[in-house]
């Protein structure tokens, strides 16, 4: 297969010869033409047969090559067939859907970077075949317990199930010490209940159980512009507080080798504290919890060079980033993602737990804010985005970044047009 560049502009050469044809149709032979005269391909090439299969029939490998595009293109909502009508395909007027669901066999780059790729595709698509070791696994995990119960909510059981199946496929590229970060939220509770629901212990278990990764910590995300909730149980029916955190799981495959160093996340001193320390540290002597703990003179009296952060993070949910990607999404008309976390929160991660040039992965990347930060950091990175659209707003972010491509089939979809 020819480089990933090459199959870009490819992609290209294709969407444009249907966009440019009278009601944006062509059969396969005028395609042909088209691309041949534009020099995207080699005319003499789609003449060429050699023997195909057992039976050594004669094909043009070409021409096949170039059908292999075309149901590229179909999967990805960009084409369909005209009906009746063999060997002619069109743009697809089913292109316009706003998210542009990933089907299971789904597998395109969207863009990408020197250091990164996003790829549209579930990642039970992607992953089982990738092999290239892992460092860091950062992700926000899908909440489908929120579903109302007309669309299918799943038991606790089965979103437990979801996610070591996805996760399972990364966990055996995980280097030693390795870390697996996932938000994994916390506002869920039992039907018709204000207890909550107890798949974050479930899902802990299951994954050390499963798939042998060790929990390091459970470090919660305090938000406090969250809006009030649980909004039945908090708001109206008063029996519970109003939540303001979410809960990440901070996992390994193998603590005794894990990698992360907090002196890569250490935060500035407060004025108090390097006073302190420049003055010499402390000047008495003090007893505190029947001896546990004891102060002597000259205590923090050495300047270090920054305090080591607390298993707490306390974020708002306002980013510039997601600004800027809600202004790039509306001005294409594509929907808005509706659940955004700064992408400060992966970049903490990022730098705790990895190194420059290490690769970093997201298997529900949403708007790609592990990948943005993990560009910033230097770091490699693959995600995988099953909604189309969030792909395609999100790449907007990436456009200064060196070597960046966008898959010129994006700019074809309807509602996605500049």
Known sequence: MESSTTQLDLFGHITAAYADAPNGALDNQRLYEVLADSGAI??????????????????????????????????????????????????????????????????????????????????????????????????????????????????????????????????KNLIPGASVILNIGLDIFEEKSPARSLYPERLTLALRDRLGLSLMDRIPWVNY???????????????????????????????????????R???????????????GGANRTAIYGDGAYRLRPSSFGKVTSGKIPRNVIERGHACSDTRAYRQ??????????????????????????????????????????????AERLGRRWLVTEMMLSYLRGAAEMFRGAPGFNLNPALECVSGMRG
């Open 42 to 171: 080699d005319a003499a090439a789609l003449e060429r047969r050699v023997p195909v299969g057992a039976s050594g029939a004669m094909h043009s490998t070409e021409k096949r090559r170039l059908r292999w595009y075309q149901q590229t293109l179909r999967r990805a909502g960009v084409l369909e067939r005209v009906e009746g009508e063999r060997g002619v395909w069109k743009l697809a007027d089913a292109a316009s859907k706003d998210l542009c669901k990933a089907q299971a066999t789904t597998k395109l780059v969207a863009f990408s970077t020197d250091l990164g790729v996003a790829i549209w595709s579930k990642a039970e698509s992607t992953f089982p075949s990738f092999d290239e070791p892992i460092a860091l696994v950062v992700t926000s995990t899908p909440y489908p317990l929120r579903r109302p119960r007309a669309y299918g909510n799943p038991t606790e059981a089965d979103y437990v199930d979801f996610i070591c199946h996805a996760v399972e496929p990364i966990a």
């Open 225 to 263: 512009s969250k809006p009030p909730g649980p909004t039945y149980w908090a708001c109206v029916k008063r029996v519970q507080l109003s939540a303001a955190y979410e809960q990440v799981l901070w996992l390994t495959n193998d603590p005794l080798k894990v990698r992360s160093d907090n002196r």
């Open 265 to 279: 996340v250490l935060e500035p001193h407060t004025d108090r504290h390097m006073e302190l320390m420049q003055s």
């Open 328 to 373: 790039h999404a509306k001005a294409l008309g594509l929907p808005i993602h509706g659940a955004m976390q700064p992408t400060d929160i992966a970049d903490f991660f990022i730098r705790l737990c990895t190194e420059p040039g290490e690769l970093v992965v997201d298997l529900f990347a949403g708007t790609v804010k592990t990948g943005l930060a």
